[in-house]
């Protein structure tokens, strides 16, 4: 009989000497394998278990609900954000009225680079946005997910080494296993109607897109919110607003004709 992972998360209510032992102990007896623990936010505690037998984590539950020590909040089949709390030793934090956004400071770096990753490496159709003021780290976070789950990148619009337009693909650079970075900005104000085709036809793909600023990218497209599965937000301080009107109202330099705020 296979092997079952779950997920047990629980919030110390007396933190007394040798508790941890006694929950390991239980565990062992009740022949619960751990595969990892670690602290997770607000004295909490997240294990990742494997078990054989369901009436396994039945019996465990039934036990652990008796315990005064201690509180439990989560058992049940581990989900990407459990795997990644006790990876990381805390939580990824989403939007309370949009389930689908979630939020992230610049020194969650290497948390938002694992979840990114975990959501490359899932097949088929998938449209990411990720919204941020100028250099938080937005495109510099995609592109490390993107070795983290082994994905070539490419970019369709960018200004992170020098602007990128793309208006063709070469044939092999049609892939699923390929990511598509956009960039909403780029792409709205100084692209042409042949990139717009390009862009298009990349959205038809099973493949993994990530569009730099979602909300401008959808105000002169086709594109709606709703298309995204997934927004990120990334901020340097929990409490940073994210604005758009610099780039709304461009001033632009009389030699090039960019705009001063060059993402």
């Given at each position: 009989?296979?092997?079952?992972?779950?997920?047990?998360?629980?919030?110390?209510?007396?933190?007394?000497?040798?508790l941890?032992?006694?929950?390991?102990?239980?565990?062992?007896?009740?022949?619960?394998?751990?595969?990892?623990?670690?602290?997770?936010e607000?004295?909490?505690r997240?294990?990742?278990?494997?078990?054989?037998?369901?009436?396994?984590?039945?019996?465990?539950?039934?036990?652990?609900?008796?315990?005064d020590?201690?509180?439990?909040?989560?058992?049940?089949?581990?989900?990407?954000?459990?795997?990644?709390?006790?990876?990381?030793?805390?939580?990824?934090?989403?939007?309370?009225?949009?389930k689908?956004?979630?939020?992230?400071?610049?020194?969650?770096?290497?948390?938002?680079?694992?979840?990114?990753?975990?959501?490359?490496?899932?097949?088929?159709?998938?449209l990411?946005?990720?919204?941020?003021?100028?250099?938080?780290?937005?495109?510099?976070?995609?592109?490390?997910?993107?070795?983290?789950?082994?994905?070539?990148?490419l970019?369709?619009?960018?200004t992170?080494?020098?602007?990128?337009?793309?208006?063709?693909?070469?044939?092999?650079?049609?892939?699923?296993?390929?990511?598509?970075?956009?960039?909403g900005?780029?792409?709205?104000?100084?692209a042409?109607?042949?990139?717009?085709?390009?862009?298009?036809?990349i959205?038809?793909?099973?493949?993994?897109?990530?569009?730099?600023?979602?909300?401008?990218?959808?105000?002169?497209?086709?594109?709606?919110?709703?298309?995204?599965?997934?927004?990120?937000?990334?901020?340097?301080?929990?409490?940073?607003?994210?604005?758009?009107?610099?780039?709304?109202?461009?001033?632009?330099?009389?030699?090039?004709?960019?705009?001063?705020?060059?993402?």
């Amino acid at each position: 009989m296979e092997k079952t992972e779950w997920y047990l998360e629980y919030e110390i209510q007396h933190n007394r000497p040798g508790l941890l032992g006694d929950i390991s102990s239980l565990l062992g007896m009740l022949s619960i394998n751990i595969i990892t623990i670690n602290g997770v936010e607000n004295s909490r505690r997240g294990m990742l278990l494997l078990s054989r037998k369901d009436e396994q984590i039945l019996r465990l539950k039934s036990i652990l609900n008796t315990m005064d020590t201690i509180n439990v909040t989560k058992l049940r089949k581990p989900k990407l954000r459990d795997r990644l709390a006790v990876r990381h030793g805390r939580y990824i934090h989403s939007d309370v009225d949009d389930k689908k956004t979630f939020r992230f400071v610049r020194s969650e770096l290497g948390l938002l680079v694992d979840f990114m990753a975990e959501l490359y490496k899932k097949d088929g159709h998938k449209l990411i946005g990720i919204r941020g003021m100028p250099r938080v780290g937005k495109t510099e976070s995609i592109v490390a997910a993107s070795v983290c789950a082994n994905k070539r990148w490419l970019f369709v619009s960018s200004t992170l080494l020098k602007q990128t337009i793309r208006n063709k693909l070469i044939q092999d650079e049609y892939n699923a296993d390929n990511l598509y970075i956009i960039d909403g900005i780029v792409s709205t104000k100084r692209a042409s109607e042949q990139h717009w085709e390009l862009v298009r036809e990349i959205m038809r793909l099973p493949a993994t897109k990530v569009v730099e600023h979602p909300d401008i990218f959808v105000q002169q497209t086709e594109y709606k919110m709703d298309d995204f599965d997934y927004i990120i937000e990334l901020r340097t301080e929990d409490d940073e607003e994210i604005r758009y009107d610099p780039i709304e109202k461009p001033e632009f330099n009389q030699n090039n004709g960019f705009s001063m705020f060059d993402f």
